[in-house]
């Protein structure tokens, strides 16, 4: 079990969890912030639903990764008689039910009324929200996709506020006789610090079991991935000169979120020849904007998502400044003007706050 120590005095004491107060609140907090689970090959993931029926029972959880593979993720808390080896059976019964089928069958026969919920029209569309490196390809999506779907692949996580020792040993006898599927076991675990809650997730690797990772996102010959800002800044150079100016700007104004320790900078190279600047906040590995050098002009791109979770007093701030752009998931703008850097700036503030 993960565990907290704080400082009482000259002394360190051991906190104990305070545990969730059911089953449905550990639901909404992994379906609204996915990104706080340590999964194997730190996969980029879409929840299309929730409590979605799969024959006779329903899966708390369905997602998609930006490589195509469907995941299943069934939630339970110590207390639940499931919580040991019923809730193995359980997601391999999940898994057997979507294989075989067809993205349309999954899309309007399983999920169509929980996509329509998120405001989402399939599961390109879905997981293309999620990614903001810029190499997500549909075509590729979907092929993956239907791969994913005939063969069975599929990731299954299970997520409890403690693992006993024989779910370990089940889950790691499954990951060692199957190579179609992932099977992650999460753990996590909730302190409370002087009135803060404290999420601490961890993934429990069972000894000696070596789980595929998921191909990094740059993989495929679609481009490469530095951390830092100088190919960003090295690409203004190749750009129309009326467009470095601008260009400069955000690169200085990305910079210095990172020198006020509010992201961690990455520049993404694709083969297209765009060049993508990524103020990330951590340890999620997500920005509430990205910037674009694409040799046309400067944009900026703002991800709704991650305002929603990491920075909602900003919202209506950034909305003045986008207007009449929305402020949507993945929506673009050129009007890249000082009030918008400003909120945005606000919005990393709040963010990164020790409030926040």
Request: charged share 25%; no cysteine.
């Amino acid at each position: 079990m993960s565990a907290i120590w704080h400082q009482v005095g000259d002394r360190w004491k051991l906190l104990d969890p305070v545990g969730f107060p059911d089953e449905s609140t550990l639901h909404r907090l992994v379906e609204k912030s996915p990104e706080i689970l340590p999964l194997s090959g730190k996969p980029l993931l879409a929840v299309v639903g929730r409590e979605v029926s799969l024959g006779s029972n329903k899966a708390d959880l369905i997602a998609v990764e930006t490589t195509g593979r469907p995941v299943i993720l069934e939630i339970k808390l110590s207390t639940n008689a499931e919580a040991r080896r019923a809730v193995v059976a359980q997601v391999l019964t999940y898994a057997a039910y979507l294989q075989k089928l067809s993205q349309e069958r999954f899309e309007t026969d399983i999920l169509q009324w929980h996509l329509r919920e998120r405001g989402l029209t399939s599961l390109t569309e879905a997981a293309k929200s999620v990614d903001q490196e810029g190499v997500f390809d549909e075509d590729e999506f979907r092929e993956a996709l239907a791969a994913h779907l005939s063969a069975g692949s599929f990731r299954l996580v299970l997520i409890l506020d403690s693992a006993p020792n024989e779910l370990i040993r089940l889950v790691g006898y499954l990951t060692s006789v199957t190579d179609k599927l992932l099977v992650d076991l999460i753990t996590v675990s909730s302190f409370d610090v002087n009135g803060s809650t404290i999420l601490v997730p961890q993934r429990v690797d069972p000894e000696r079991i070596e789980i595929e990772p998921t191909p990094p996102r740059s993989a495929g010959g679609k481009g490469v991935l530095t951390d830092g800002a100088a190919d960003f800044v090295a690409s203004i150079e190749d750009a129309p000169g009326d467009a470095q100016p601008a260009l400069r700007k955000l690169a200085d104004w990305a910079q210095e979120l990172e020198s006020r320790r509010m992201v961690r900078l990455a520049t993404f190279k694709g083969k297209r020849g765009e060049v993508i600047l990524l103020p990330r906040l951590q340890p999620e590995n997500a920005g509430l904007a990205t910037i674009w050098n694409d040799r046309k002009r400067p944009r900026i791109q703002v991800w709704r998502s991650v305002f929603e979770r990491r920075a909602p007093k900003s919202i209506e701030a950034v909305e003045r400044a986008l207007d009449p752009t929305p402020l949507g998931q993945g929506t673009w703008t050129d009007k890249v003007s000082d009030a918008l850097l400003s909120s945005i700036r606000a919005a990393y503030e709040e963010a990164t706050s020790p409030e926040s």
